[in-house]
T-cell receptor, first 113, second 109 residues
């Protein structure tokens, strides 16, 4: 199993540009989520999904959209990039129970200039 | 915010010593988990303790949970240079996992 994969690993955007961060998992996990990690802030939840076709907002959803058309994929879209979105983005997945561990992808380092 | 807080923010010890990190949180939880993050990498799950458990062991790791004080601790015994990393506690709510700000552990060979 590849686990949780994320692309790209690095990205530089100009203010106002849009892009999609890709996330895929091959473990048939129902739950997937996106976090951003900023220095000194820990990881903050952006959006999550409990299954295909179902998404919901986390702590910091503004400026981001998600969709879940398949179990495997959970892309994160930045609609109009802002410097405040400069961060490292992590995708994670787990099985259906809250007593399962989460598996994290390697992260995408995004810089918005 | 539902984030927990780790204490200390940074810890530096000699190889072979024990390292203790603490986590405090604010809301009721299903379970509490600890993760490790090596520099520039993703997070790796270490251990999960359920809300009805008080202590759990895994290899050189010992985790305690006190739900009355809303706090947890992670003990790493006989530390190694390879344990150098950031350690995060995370509290599990109804659906989601909320992370603390982390403890940066440096183990000096």
């Amino acid at each position: 199993n590849a686990g949780v994969t994320q692309t790209p690993k690095f990205q530089v955007l100009k203010t106002g540009q849009s892009m999609t961060l890709q996330c895929a998992q091959d473990m048939n996990h129902e739950y997937m989520s996106w976090y951003r990690q900023d220095p000194g802030m820990g990881l903050r939840l952006i959006h999550y999904s409990v299954g295909a076709g179902i998404t919901d907002q986390g702590e910091v959803p503004n400026g981001y959209n998600v969709s879940r058309s398949t179990t495997e994929d959970f892309p994160l879209r930045l609609l109009s990039a802002a410097p405040s979105q400069t961060s490292v983005y992590f995708c994670a997945s787990r099985g259906g129970s809250v007593y399962y561990e989460q598996y994290f992808g390697p992260g995408t380092r995004l810089t918005v200039t | 915010s539902q984030q927990g807080e780790e204490d200390p923010q940074a810890l530096s010890i000699q190889e072979g010593e024990n390292a203790t990190m603490n986590c405090s949180y604010k809301t009721s939880i299903n379970n509490l988990q600890w993760y490790r993050q090596n520099s520039g990498r993703g997070l790796v799950h270490l251990i999960l303790i359920r809300s009805n458990e008080r202590e759990k062991h895994s290899g050189r790791l010992r985790v305690t949970l006190d739900t009355s004080k809303k706090s947890s601790s992670l003990l790493i015994t006989a530390s190694r240079a390879a344990d150098t990393a950031s350690y995060f506690c995370a509290t599990q709510g109804a659906n989601n996992l909320f992370f603390g700000t982390g403890t940066r552990l440096t183990v000096i060979p």
